[in-house]
């Protein structure tokens, strides 16, 4: 199949960005949507220009290193499939497909399609971990954890932490992604100990790194590649809440 | 100098050699522990457990990762589970027998105490990610659940659904950033290890790139810890990450550290078949689909042709013109016969004309029956997920024609070489996890990688590397070291060099074409002429990369054209290495099949029955050992030594599967 592709090129952090135009002719329709980008690059590489730069590392749909606003929609227009996962079956020939970074203020774009998402990182360290050294651990089985509340914790656990929730909100809002990890642990005994503390933590820590609100539009869950229900958000308002007015009592 | 390779396991019974070991390591008191730093490259299972634990005890550590963040390390994509002897199920498990499924797994090619450690530890492994908040499958009582893996007659294996290295990477990730909120991890993400820098005979420091700006630094450090993962990229096309690669492990064998084992690499059977030369990477079908679906390929090339042009669909194939070969071959295990078995006889079908992708290079796994008999609802409850997946890459629906699939490169058993307490032979040197040659020998078992990245992250390295610490002055060497300026002005040159070629060729098409040779002169049969043509082919292709390969673009700013040719150049003279190695190893076992050593009707073995003809044969006389290999040279033989493997505590037996 024959294509357009409308894409980003930024050279680094600090530049101004552009659109630039380039054919992807001759493409596989078994080929996913970032081997087209290869032959693409193949191409760019062999006339002598710089190839497009976009982050990818597992290929299989698990690492979140992939991060493509295509068409406007992070992942692109698949439901609950990362853009790694995408395959050119799902074109047209003859279609013209914009690619850009996923856009967020606190997300800065390093080079072309390449952003950076340290700032996921840092909210992870201000609470998004259970306090157990190594060694100190009691036998596994010593706490029995009801199954269906194992079950809503792993839910929530399989977040990827790609993005694509703040790039698709219009407030760049990261709370599906730190309330998917206040609920993995605040659901399970072991993380109950910390659980005021994590969900103010992590929730300060989301502030300071320039995130928006949650105006309850639910774009991040129709994007999630994991599809990690929008009713994290509400565990988690409720126990910031909770930790919010207990703090305010003591 | 000749290489002195001294394993140091300790003495005694096999069951109390750690917990002794334990108690004669060195220690070092917590007051002074802050005064030792630890640079950990790698933050996967081994290296992420590894940085927090370190931290957690009081060291100061550097993590390094290429990633954008350690949480996206190629532990993540382990889908089945971790083996650990609790004996939950009450099954008869113990830390004894974990120990001998191990071993004969591993084709009894590995060392007997590191891996009974490795069962020992099992049990720690699971209280200390049940603690972290690992949400594993459970029963309806609340308890944790197991499931069953090849290799095993017991239920030891732990899981969460089929993303259970996602899971268990979660953790040890979490752990990291608590030690890094606490500030005794500095976190180093998109920064790539170019060189390793050893000082008066120690590893004292790294040298990296910000792959990011561009800068190459040095740092400095008490001792190294590499958890860097496998070289499965070699073969270009893997179930690895895009970004694997070998260039850690292979800068510091190139600076002394021994490499052992290269051959044992591990062909997984069940993947999703090659679809065209543009392909990337190749994904893994799990292999608990081979519970309920059937391996066949047509009985005659000339069906085979038909299919492969779309002129026949394969349902209507007549059922007498089927060959479930598995089953016809070893009618005891059929289907669920081991990886390294499946997958060389799908080769032999394709071989033989008879394999059923458009390129040939594919053999169905058809679940018709499995439909039949139990219905459509009940194989959706069992395999619902990756059924959806296949579709996704596929765009073929497995519940109406059968999957399609090939054996694709899975895992590597070989590594730098180490002793019992996870150092290699240049002193300060540990290396972790896949990285390491230690636990698997010739063949891994499903579920042990977590076991192992896990073990040797939270608790081996942690206790044994003050063994090497206690020794040395805390600072001692600093980066104004002259070696440091050296190595530093050594691998600036490398990558000025690389950007100035300005040839002709994509990084990509030289990885490819090393691939394809790899694969197929190394890859699931090996012979003496084929191994011989790939070490003549390999230089050439090594030095056209030197004169033709094109790098748009600078050192000073994101360039991944560059990070790949870095990647590409080592493997270009890694699998040299690799192939010299599987030269060498005049046998057969696991991972490593040489067509000159199988059994045939003239062996005793065939006659009374206790084997085949085809299968593997192993030579215990002359090659129980471990080959340690030390860089002579690029385009050099490198020079072998031979650490002998001494079996105390099991029986060397055939591995069967009629």
């Known amino acids: 199949?024959?294509?357009?592709?409308?894409?980003?090129?930024?050279?680094?952090?600090?530049?101004?960005?552009?659109?630039?135009?380039?054919?992807?002719?001759?493409?596989?329709?078994?080929?996913?949507?970032?081997?087209?980008?290869?032959?693409?690059?193949?191409?760019?590489?062999?006339?002598?220009?710089?190839?497009?730069?976009?982050?990818?590392?597992?290929?299989e749909g698990i690492c979140g290193m992939c991060s493509l606003t295509i068409n406007g929609i992070p992942h692109g227009p698949e439901s609950a499939t990362t853009a790694c996962q995408l395959h050119m079956r799902h074109f047209r020939d003859g279609d013209t497909i914009w690619i850009e970074p996923f856009r967020a203020r606190a997300f800065p774009v390093l080079r072309d399609l390449v952003v950076d998402r340290t700032a996921f990182d840092r909210i992870i360290e201000a609470g998004g971990f259970i306090s157990v050294r190594t060694g100190a651990a009691p036998d596994a089985n010593t706490t029995p954890v009801p199954k269906e509340e194992a079950d809503r914790?792993?839910?929530?656990?399989?977040?990827?932490?790609?993005?694509?929730?703040?790039?698709?909100?219009?407030?760049?809002?990261?709370?599906?992604?730190?309330?998917?990890?206040?609920?993995?642990?605040n659901n399970l005994p072991q993380g109950r100990p910390e659980k005021n503390r994590r969900a103010l933590r992590m929730v300060q820590a989301m502030d300071e790194e320039g995130f928006g609100n949650c105006s309850?539009?639910?774009?991040?869950?129709?994007?999630?590649?994991?599809?990690?229900?929008?009713?994290?958000?509400?565990?988690?308002?409720?126990?910031?809440?909770?930790?919010?007015a207990r703090n305010a009592l003591t | 100098m000749p290489l002195s390779l001294h394993s140091a396991v300790p003495s005694g019974p096999i069951d109390q050699k750690w917990t002794r070991h334990k108690m004669d390591s060195r220690l070092i008191n917590p007051v002074n522990k802050r005064k030792y730093s630890v640079i950990v490259v790698g933050s996967g299972l081994a290296g992420g457990a590894a940085a927090a634990t370190l931290s957690e005890l009081g060291y100061r550590v550097k993590c390094f990762c290429y990633q954008d963040s350690p949480r996206r390390a190629h532990s993540i994509a382990a889908q089945g589970g971790i083996n650990a002897a609790k004996n939950y199920q009450n099954d008869g498990d113990s830390v004894s027998r974990l120990f001998y499924d191990t071993m004969k797994g591993g084709d009894f090619r590995s060392r007997e105490a590191n891996v009974h450690r490795l069962a020992e530890v099992s049990l720690n492994?699971?209280?200390?990610?049940?603690?972290?908040?690992?949400?594993?499958?459970?029963?309806?009582?609340?308890?944790?659940?197991?499931?069953?893996?090849?290799?095993?007659?017991?239920?030891?294996?732990?899981?969460?659904?089929?993303?259970?290295?996602?899971?268990?990477?979660?953790?040890?990730?979490?752990?990291?950033?608590?030690?890094?909120?606490?500030?005794?991890?500095?976190?180093?993400?998109?920064?790539?290890?170019?060189?390793?820098?050893?000082?008066?005979?120690?590893?004292?420091?790294?040298?990296?790139?910000?792959?990011?700006?561009?800068?190459?630094?040095?740092h400095a450090a008490d001792a190294v810890v590499l958890a860097t993962g496998g070289y499965g990229n070699v073969f270009y096309l893997s179930t690895n990450a895009k970004g694997c690669n070998v260039m850690a492990a292979y800068?510091?064998?190139?600076?002394?550290?021994?490499?052992?084992?290269?051959?044992?690499?591990?062909?997984?059977?069940?993947?999703?078949?090659?679809?065209?030369?543009?392909?990337?990477?190749?994904?893994?079908?799990?292999?608990?689909?081979?519970?309920?679906?059937?391996?066949?390929?047509?009985?005659?090339?000339?069906?085979?042709?038909?299919?492969?042009?779309?002129d026949l669909r394969p349902g209507d194939v007549q059922e007498e013109d089927r060959d479930y070969y598995l089953e016809r071959k070893y009618p005891s295990f059929g289907n669920l016969s081991p990886r390294d078995i499946a997958s060389?006889?799908?080769?032999?079908?394709?071989?033989?004309?008879?394999?059923?992708?458009?390129?040939?290079?594919?053999?169905?796994?058809?679940?018709?029956?499995?439909?039949?008999?139990?219905?459509?609802?009940?194989?959706?409850?069992?395999?619902?997920?990756?059924?959806?997946?296949?579709?996704?890459?596929?765009?073929?629906?497995?519940?109406?024609?059968?999957?399609?699939?090939?054996?694709?490169?899975?895992?590597?058993?070989?590594?730098?070489?180490?002793?019992?307490?996870?150092?290699?032979?240049?002193?300060?040197?540990?290396?972790?996890?896949?990285?390491?040659?230690?636990?698997?020998?010739?063949?891994?078992?499903?579920?042990?990688?977590?076991?192992?990245g896990l073990a040797d992250g939270y608790f081996v390295l942690p206790s044994t590397i003050a063994n090497y610490l206690a020794d040395q002055q805390p600072g001692a060497v600093t980066e104004s070291h002259p070696e440091f300026k050296h190595c530093l002005e050594e691998v600036t040159g490398r990558v000025d060099t690389l950007l100035e070629i300005r040839g002709k060729r994509s990084v990509d098409s030289f990885h490819r074409e090393l691939g394809l040779l790899i694969w197929d002169k190394c890859g699931m049969a090996r012979s003496r002429d084929g191994l011989e043509n790939a070490l003549e082919r390999i230089p050439e292709i090594r030095d056209e990369f030197w004169s033709n390969v094109r790098i748009p673009g600078s050192?000073?700013?994101?360039?991944?054209?560059?990070?790949?040719?870095?990647?590409?150049?080592?493997?270009?003279?890694?699998?040299?290495?690799?192939?010299?190695?599987?030269?060498?190893?005049?046998?057969?076992?696991?991972?490593?099949?040489?067509?000159?050593?199988?059994?045939?009707?003239?062996?005793?073995?065939?006659?009374?029955?206790?084997?085949?003809?085809?299968?593997?044969?192993?030579?215990?006389?002359?090659?129980?050992?471990?080959?340690?290999?030390?860089?002579?040279?690029?385009?050099?033989?490198?020079?072998?030594?031979?650490?002998?493997?001494e079996f105390e505590n099991v029986e060397l037996t055939i591995r069967s599967y009629k």
């Open chain 1, 216 to 244: 309850n539009l639910y774009e991040c869950e129709a994007v999630c590649p994991k599809s990690i229900p929008a009713d994290n958000i509400a565990r988690l308002n409720r126990d910031y809440a909770l930790a919010a």
């Open chain 1, 1 to 59: 199949m024959n294509l357009t592709l409308k894409v980003w090129r930024q050279e680094t952090r600090d530049s101004k960005g552009r659109i630039e135009v380039f054919p992807a002719k001759d493409i596989p329709s078994e080929a996913s949507f970032l081997e087209m980008l290869d032959i693409v690059n193949e191409r760019i590489i062999a006339e002598g220009g710089a190839p497009i730069h976009f982050d990818h590392d597992c290929r």
């Open chain 2, 555 to 645: 050192g000073e700013q994101l360039n991944q054209e560059l990070e790949k040719a870095g990647r590409v150049a080592d493997f270009l003279e890694f699998a040299e290495l690799l192939c010299h190695d599987a030269l060498d190893r005049e046998e057969s076992c696991g991972g490593h099949f040489r067509v000159e050593h199988q059994f045939t009707e003239d062996d005793a073995e065939v006659r009374d029955r206790r084997t085949q003809p085809g299968e593997a044969k192993r030579n215990d006389q002359e090659f129980c050992h471990v080959s340690a290999w030390e860089f002579a040279g690029v385009g050099t033989r490198p020079k072998l030594t031979r650490e002998p493997l």
């Open chain 2, 125 to 218: 492994i699971i209280d200390q990610c049940v603690a972290q908040g690992v949400p594993f499958a459970r029963e309806y009582g609340g308890l944790l659940d197991n499931r069953s893996f090849g290799g095993t007659q017991v239920k030891r294996t732990f899981y969460a659904r089929g993303q259970t290295g996602q899971q268990l990477l979660l953790g040890s990730y979490q752990a990291l950033s608590k030690e890094i909120s606490r500030g005794g991890v500095e976190m180093f993400s998109r920064t790539e290890m170019l060189d390793l820098v050893v000082v008066d005979g120690h590893a004292k420091g790294i040298i990296v790139r910000d792959m990011v700006s561009g800068k190459i630094s040095a």
């Open chain 2, 251 to 310: 800068r510091a064998h190139k600076r002394g550290a021994a490499f052992a084992n290269p051959c044992y690499t591990q062909i997984h059977p069940t993947c999703i078949p090659v679809s065209g030369d543009y392909q990337s990477k190749l994904t893994l079908m799990s292999e608990s689909l081979r519970n309920d679906g059937r391996i066949w390929v047509p009985g005659s090339i000339s069906i085979a042709e038909k299919i492969r042009c779309g």
């Open chain 1, 153 to 185: 914790a792993f839910d929530s656990a399989t977040c990827i932490g790609c993005g694509a929730c703040v790039a698709a909100c219009k407030n760049s809002s990261a709370m599906l992604f730190v309330s998917a990890k206040v609920s993995h642990l």
């Open chain 2, 344 to 452: 060389r006889s799908a080769k032999e079908v394709c071989d033989e004309g008879r394999g059923v992708a458009p390129t040939g290079l594919g053999v169905f796994l058809d679940f018709r029956d499995a439909i039949q008999r139990d219905g459509h609802d009940s194989i959706s409850a069992r395999y619902g997920n990756l059924f959806e997946m296949y579709e996704k890459i596929k765009g073929e629906d497995p519940y109406l024609t059968p999957m399609q699939i090939f054996p694709a490169v899975h895992y590597t058993m070989g590594g730098l070489w180490v002793d019992y307490n996870l150092m290699s032979n240049l002193p300060g040197l540990h290396v972790a996890g896949e990285a390491n040659f230690s636990d698997h020998g010739a063949n891994r078992l499903g579920a042990s990688a977590l076991m192992q």
